[in-house]
Nanobody
Framework: QVQLVDSGGGLVQPGGSLNLSCSVS????????MRWYRQAPGKEREWIVS??????????NYADSVKGRFTISRDNAKNLFFLHMTTLKPEDTAVYYC?????????WGQGTQVTVSS
């Protein structure tokens, strides 16, 4: 059974940094492309980054809204997927979700709240 567990959210001041984690079980994460999304209050869920699997190749892609401020990393041995966020802005306030597609199904983490406020 595939499960994703998001963690690491919290309250941070504008200009601050935060690192989110996604713990993946039920599949070998290195074989799959991984993504982060976010959903701000009153808005639709928004894609922010895609990281391809080794087999798929290619490069990591970021939404313009986070490019240059957010980066991702993986620990494939531990099945962990990270989102490193810097220079945070109030408009980054949202619930953040990791996502993977596996055997024609889409799996989501439960989300972790990030609030950027002074």
């Amino acid at each position: 059974q595939v499960q994703l567990v998001d963690s690491g959210g919290g309250l941070v001041q504008p200009g601050g940094s935060l690192n989110l984690s996604c713990s993946v079980s039920g599949l070998k994460m290195s074989d799959y492309s991984m993504r982060w999304y976010r959903q701000a209050p009153g808005k639709e869920r928004e894609w922010i980054v895609s990281d391809p699997s080794r087999a798929a190749g290619g490069t990591t892609n970021y939404a313009d809204s986070v490019k240059g401020r957010f980066t991702i990393s993986r620990d494939n041995a531990k099945n962990l997927f990270f989102l490193h966020m810097t220079t945070l802005k109030p408009e980054d306030t949202a619930v953040y979700y990791c996502q993977v597609k596996y055997l024609d199904r889409t799996y989501w983490g439960q989300g972790t709240q990030v609030t950027v406020s002074s």
